[in-house]
């Protein structure tokens, strides 16, 4: 090939944004029983649910666009409503799912684009067992976590979840 040729391939793909490269989303949503992952270019993916799964609720598409999440709602039996047990999180075409113990997740961000999510759990009743958690997407690793107690400020990425729930 000639050098004007390769000069402009360099070109072009160097006007290529990194979400142009990767899938990016739009959004999700519940649709007879499953989870459908809305692409940005308008392709809809069906992602099985979680066994037992009844809904979702709290979707949201990370600030670059790489990553979509939702909380995973399933049945409880001292309820009459269905319980987000689980955060999943749906990026370059792999599931992952967030659920490091019983409690329910209340509410949740994703913090520095797509790489890390925060959440808040919580008992049922609330007032019992509050635990915040920030994690690595890609691998799930605790990177912090912070149970509150008089006379401890909460940190930072606490506040900015908290701060974005309202």
Same mark, same amino acid.
């Given at each position: =090939?000639?050098?004007?040729?390769?000069?402009?391939?360099?070109?072009?793909?160097? =006007?290529?944004?990194?979400?142009?490269?990767?899938?990016? +989303?739009?959004?999700?949503?519940?649709?007879?029983?499953?989870?459908?992952?809305?692409? $940005?270019?308008?392709? /809809?993916?069906? &992602?099985?649910?979680?066994?037992?799964?009844?809904?979702?609720?709290?979707?949201?598409?990370?600030?670059?666009?790489?990553?979509?999440?939702?909380?995973?709602? +399933?049945?409880?039996?001292?309820?009459? #409503?269905?319980?987000?047990?689980? !955060?999943?999180?749906?990026?370059?075409?792999?599931? $992952?799912?967030?659920?490091?113990?019983?409690?329910?997740?209340? #509410?949740?961000?994703?913090?520095?684009?797509?790489?890390? &999510?925060? +959440?808040? /759990?919580?008992?049922?009743?609330?007032?019992?067992?509050?635990? #915040?958690?920030?994690?690595? &997407?890609?691998?799930?690793?605790?990177?912090?976590?912070?149970?509150?107690?008089?006379?401890?400020?909460?940190?930072?990425? &606490?506040?900015? !979840?908290?701060?974005?729930?309202?």
């Amino acid at each position: =090939m000639k050098a004007g040729v390769w000069l402009a391939i360099s070109l072009a793909l160097s =006007m290529v944004t990194p979400t142009d490269r990767a899938d990016t +989303y739009l959004g999700a949503r519940w649709d007879a029983d499953a989870v459908v992952v809305t692409m $940005r270019d308008h392709r /809809q993916l069906v &992602v099985a649910k979680d066994a037992e799964q009844v809904g979702l609720e709290q979707a949201a598409v990370s600030s670059d666009q790489s990553a979509v999440g939702w909380l995973a709602t +399933y049945p409880n039996c001292c309820t009459s #409503y269905p319980v987000p047990l689980k !955060l999943m999180v749906f990026s370059g075409g792999q599931l $992952r799912v967030f659920a490091p113990n019983e409690l329910p997740v209340w #509410y949740w961000a994703f913090r520095n684009g797509s790489r890390e &999510v925060c +959440y808040q /759990q919580e008992t049922v009743h609330g007032g019992f067992g509050v635990r #915040y958690e920030l994690r690595e &997407v890609t691998t799930g690793k605790l990177l912090a976590h912070f149970e509150p107690q008089q006379g401890i400020p909460k940190p930072a990425w &606490v506040q900015e !979840l908290e701060a974005s729930r309202h």
